[in-house]
């Protein structure tokens, strides 16, 4: 059996959907669909069970009485905004923490959800070399919280046996629950929509013009399948970047979306909120040369296809992968 934290969330339904694609079934989701429509993305997905992330955890604790292949652990408050620090540690490190070590004293395979948010400002650049983890400088508590747990992985040499995943900006299907953590290809789409324009913020950083900062954008297919090659590949560990390797300005990601929606490109540049200006990335760029030389071989879908996907095949209509 196969555990997906998160099972219910955006990139763990994906990975429900495609392990389901491969005939894979024998899964158990883990998470907490609260009250919002989360529960949407598991209509369509084919899983033995389902368990609140609360008692699964108890499970573990107490012993566990499934036979498990894997956890792919991707459950976690995501939320870069989130200012309880002390609920952020609980669930995202000791959470992290407690399933590690179980999977580690019972020989499961182990691969969990870090960010790309740990890289901080990236003045010390995106390369996924464990050694540098110590040296990173996260910007919100939410990237610190999972820079806690690779901090933990590295001074407990679980990297020789556990996977890290440090996703960079993830959009696509089934993401529609996540409110304002959605990417801006949801929030533009509904603006162009609604509107006919979108809303980007200007640049404070001379050496960006407005709309011209730069992300690492990647599809959520391409995320997914990134994450199952060490399902498929356990001889393989470590942290490892997870990315297209090409930062895009956000005028090239609302361009590609005016067009996917076959309507004018219009932007409006808006100030930067004070509370962010001190916490904004001007530039993200997943280093992607750790993950090819591990064997990896999959071309990595271009940005504009990846938005003519999302756009023309789901949000146009609203629809969740597996349905």
């Avoid at 952020?88 to 959800?113: G, P, S």
């Avoid at 046996?161 to 993830?170: A, E, H, S, T």
């Amino acid at each position: 059996m196969i555990v997906v934290t998160g099972g219910a969330g955006f990139i763990g339904s994906a990975i429900v959907w495609r392990l389901n694609q491969r005939g894979i079934k024998d899964i158990l989701i883990v998470d907490a669909l609260g009250t919002d429509e989360k529960w949407k993305n598991l209509v369509g997905l084919e899983f033995d069970d389902f368990i609140h992330k609360d008692k699964f955890i108890n499970m573990v604790e107490g012993g566990f009485k499934y036979e498990l292949e894997a956890i792919i652990h991707m459950g976690a408050n995501s939320s870069t905004t989130e200012r309880d620090a002390d609920h952020l540690l609980q669930n995202n490190y000791q959470y992290t923490k407690t399933l590690a070590e179980y999977c580690l004293w019972n020989d499961v395979r182990f691969i969990y959800a870090s960010s790309a948010a740990t890289y901080g400002d990236g003045s010390l650049g995106f390369d996924d070399d464990e050694s540098k983890i110590g040296q990173l400088r996260p910007l919100n508590m939410y990237g610190y919280s999972k820079q806690l747990f690779d901090l933990w992985a590295l001074n407990h040499d679980a990297f020789k046996d556990i996977v890290g995943l440090k996703y960079f900006n993830v959009y696509g299907p089934n993401e529609y629950h996540k409110g304002d953590m959605r990417s801006v290809v949801h929030k533009a789409f509904e603006q162009v929509r609604d509107t006919g324009k979108v809303k980007l913020f200007k640049s404070l950083n001379p050496k960006y013009k407005d709309g011209e900062q730069m992300r690492d954008f990647v599809y959520v297919k391409d995320a997914v399948d990134m994450t199952l090659y060490f399902l498929e590949h356990k001889e393989i560990s470590g942290l490892f970047n997870v990315g297209s390797g090409k930062a895009r300005t956000w005028n090239d990601l609302v361009t590609a979306l005016f067009n996917a929606m076959d309507k004018p490109v219009n932007i409006e540049y808006i100030d930067l909120p004070e509370h962010l200006a001190d916490k904004y990335q001007y530039f993200t760029e997943a280093n992607m040369t750790k993950l090819r030389k591990a064997g990896y071989k999959k071309s990595i879908t271009p940005l504009e296809e990846g938005v003519k996907d999302y756009v023309q095949n789901y949000l146009m209509g609203k629809l969740y992968l597996g349905m």
